[in-house]
């Protein structure tokens, strides 16, 4: 040893040195602005609460709205009622609310010991799926049950994150080492439920899943390298996944190439464009869509978004992205001032699910990503999935529901390096 102090980490050599009079020791830049976002007061418990409510409500009340515009015209098409859908959406709405309603009323220790079972129904129902499931526009992931049908990846959505952050919480303390951060988060149960939803053709679901599974064990605390891996081990299986389906490789081609209108890889994205397009600031007007009318192919459902662009023009679709945004924040904020670790975790994984598949439906939509097929969370017509992103809001709100009334998540310093700190688990209890 030299005799020399040295200075800790990130402090430019700084410590010991006296602060000059008049100088705010206090975050800058990034820090900062994280240090605002955060807001560990009981006032900013209160304000998340209601924002994931408030969110949640008008992203629905907007998707109703939509399904019916978007799916009319199909009905009466087919010789249906226009409100057919709608009918069948609005069903799905009141009973995901009913649910949510619920599991925001649990505390939070009980919804831990619903992981595992939440693990099992999900992955019997997707093996149910391979043996009794119906294909549906190539991909098999339906149960059909007379009238009612269920599609059982959308909840293995929700089963992954909550499940996830159970097993972090268990393993906090061996979570640094690779085998452990791997077992039994992507072998077996997590790369088995990929398994299953890829056996049924839909990539789209399968990479959500495999967002959350990255998401849980990175706020987890797994090591960095198993990341750099797994980025190089998911390029080749993509490669491998789109090479071997005619369908896939000429949406990606056409995404990355380019083509003419006259070839149909390209249809339903360039009709998406052509809708956007043609919604101005303002839009056409609620029901008014012309390009619904038989051109963009099931417009109540990945394309949605499309719909209501030409609907409610560039404003209305700012709109919806800044609903999102705010979604976002709040789950985030919920997450930091968690003070267990299930909590950061399964609200990561959540926030990761429903924020990332809307921008991956978005993305989709206006050209920056290929056709893949995800649905947009709360908008697209769909009940399994307009009912599993319910169950997921309702894990947040009852986290939420403790914060705000004072049981848990106490103020805590708003620097970006305790963000870190606490959202990898470094402060494990």
Known sequence: MSGKTQAPRGKGGTAGK?????????????????????????????????????????????????????????????????????RKQALWAVLGLLCMATLQLLPTDKLKKLAWPALGVATVLLMMVLVFGQEIYGNKNWLIIGSFSVQPSEFAKAAMALWGAAVVERKAHLMHQWKHAVVPLVAPFGGLMLLLVLIGKDLGTAMVLALILVVVMFVGGAPARIFGYGAAGAAVGLAVAVAVAPTRLGRVTAW???????????????????????????????????????????????????????????????????LYTMLAVAMYRIAVRSETIFGRVAISGIMAWIVGQAFVNIGMVIGLLPVIGVPLPFISSGGSALLATFLGIGVVLSFAREQRMGKQGRATPGMLQGFMARLRGANAN
């Open 18 to 86: 006296a602060v000059k009079p008049g100088r705010d020791p206090g975050p800058r830049g990034l820090a900062k602005l994280f240090a605002k976002v955060e807001d560990p007061s009981l006032r900013g418990a209160q304000i998340n609460y209601y924002v994931v409510l408030g969110s949640t409500l008008a992203l629905t009340l907007l998707g109703l709205i939509m399904v019916l515009s978007s799916s009319s015209v199909e009905a009466i098409a087919r010789n249906k009622s226009p409100f057919d859908d709608f």
């Open 256 to 322: 990355i190439f380019g083509c003419g209108e006259a070839q149909d890889y390209c249809y339903q994205a360039q009709q998406g464009i052509y809708a956007l397009a043609s919604g101005g600031w303002l839009g056409v007007g609620l029901g008014q869509s012309r390009q619904k009318w038989s051109h963009i192919p099931e417009a109540q459902n990945d394309f949605i978004f499309a719909v209501l662009g030409e609907e409610m023009g560039l404003l209305g679709t700012l709109f919806v992205v800044l």
